[in-house]
């Protein structure tokens, strides 16, 4: 048996297939992050909640989601002034991801903004609610 045989397997997650031509956009993003994305990755970068790792701008099939965390399946969207006028693509767009098992948290902008502990404390309520079953 060879050292990597014995040592205990890595936990794998399922990775939800994305255009390749998404990563650069992706990266765009993460460069020009709005105020509350900033905000609340500040909350939530380096497994600040309960040691799960999030990402920011993760493409996923043909989209990209603000941020996602592998181990919980779990996207996390900011909502700003532009969303309201998308509701249709939103809707499609989070069904076409859901399909994957993935859930979604939504938040609007200004209550990242004015309100950042009420969001933190839905995203803990969900982590604790999910982490269980994981």
């Known amino acids: 048996m060879n050292a990597l045989a014995e040592l205990e397997p890595m936990k794998r997650y399922s990775i939800i297939?994305?255009?390749?031509?998404?990563?650069?956009?992706a990266r765009e993003l993460r460069n020009?992050?709005?105020?509350?994305?900033?905000?609340?990755?500040?909350?939530?970068?380096?497994?600040?909640?309960?040691?799960y790792q999030?990402?920011?701008?993760v493409p996923m099939l043909n989209y990209i989601v603000d941020f996602y965390c592998h181990e919980l399946k779990l996207a996390i969207e900011v909502d700003g002034n532009s969303h309201?006028?998308?509701?249709?693509?939103?809707?499609v767009r989070q069904n076409e991801i859901e399909a994957y098992?993935?859930?979604?948290?939504?938040?609007?902008?200004l209550d990242i903004k004015k309100n950042i502990r009420y969001?933190?404390?839905?995203i803990t309520?969900?982590?604790?609610?999910?982490?269980?079953?994981?």
């Open 17 to 25: 297939p994305y255009r390749q031509d998404l990563k650069l956009k």
């Open 32 to 51: 020009n992050s709005t105020l509350s994305e900033v905000l609340l990755w500040l909350e939530i970068k380096d497994r600040k909640l309960f040691g």
């Open 54 to 57: 999030f990402h920011r701008q």
């Open 84 to 91: 309201e006028y998308k509701v249709g693509y939103d809707s």
């Open 101 to 109: 098992g993935v859930t979604f948290l939504r938040f609007d902008d």
């Open 119 to 122: 969001v933190l404390d839905e």
């Open 125 to 134: 309520h969900f982590i604790q609610e999910n982490s269980a079953t994981q």
